[in-house]
T-cell receptor
Framework: GAGVSQSPSNKVTEKGKDVELRCDPI?????LYWYRQSLGQGLEFLIY????????KSGLPSDRFSAERTGGSVSTLTIQRTQQEDSAVYLC?????????FGAGTRLSVL | RKEVEQDPGPFNVPEGATVAFNCTYS??????FFWYRQDCRKEPKLLMS???SGNEDGRFTAQLNRASQYISLLIRDSKLSDSATYLC?????????????FGTGTRLQVTL
């Protein structure tokens, strides 16, 4: 597709369950980013992949959060044992030469 | 102190007004600067890059003051459609794909 695609667009889960969020970046973009945005808050950086380099995981809030990027393309963000404070919009962005293009996000609600 | 700081607003202005947003950044090693726009419940989208000499795109003017570590965005002749949150964004380092740091945004509401 032409833009960054994220799925699902909405996810409702119960506290303690694991969830997987998917990001399909713009074809050819070497960098991929995950952010979290809580209601009325700014973007919180989570993790960044650049080509084949080791990812920058400095923004992951706890060891319940992990992400992979397979084949330099699609990325999955996994949250284990979800907590209510994990409820937020999870945004993925990709870039090639500096400008980041965002997907529409996954709205996660943990009940 | 946050790496990028913005006045959260909201700025409520009438249509046709001129409004200016400011942003400060704490890391003097920051090299690239942007303004993004985020509509309610939508993803952020690039509005414009900010160049050292200042740059203009239609009704929008961005300026950078490296000495004061200060970025501004001026919107002239505000339209209702300008209502959104404006995010100040800074990139540290020279790699074009390196991490961006986002401010929490300034909310603008343009009214009739």
């Amino acid at each position: 597709g032409a833009g960054v695609s994220q799925s699902p667009s909405n996810k409702v889960t119960e506290k303690g369950k694991d969830v997987e969020l998917r990001c399909d970046p713009i074809s050819g973009h070497t960098a991929l980013y995950w952010y979290r945005q809580s209601l009325g808050q700014g973007l919180e950086f989570l993790i960044y992949f650049q080509g084949n380099s080791a990812p920058d995981k400095s923004g992951l809030p706890s060891d319940r959060f992990s992400a992979e990027r397979t084949g330099g393309s699609v990325s999955t963000l996994t949250i284990q044992r979800t907590q209510q404070e994990d409820s937020a919009v999870y945004l993925c962005a990709s870039s090639l030469v500096g400008i980041q293009y965002f997907g529409a996000g996954t709205r996660l609600s943990v009940l | 102190r946050k790496e990028v700081e913005q006045d959260p607003g909201p700025f409520n202005v009438p249509e046709g007004a001129t409004v200016a947003f400011n942003c400060t950044y704490s890391n003097s090693a920051s090299q690239s600067f942007f303004w993004y726009r985020q509509d309610c419940r939508k993803e952020p989208k690039l509005l414009m890059s900010v160049y050292s000499s200042g740059n203009e795109d239609g009704r929008f003017t961005a300026q950078l003051n490296r000495a004061s570590q200060y970025i501004s965005l001026l919107i002239r002749d505000s339209k209702l459609s300008d209502s959104a949150t404006y995010l100040c964004v800074v990139r540290r380092g020279g790699g074009t794909a390196s991490k961006l740091t986002f401010g929490t945004g300034t909310r603008l509401q343009v009214t009739l």
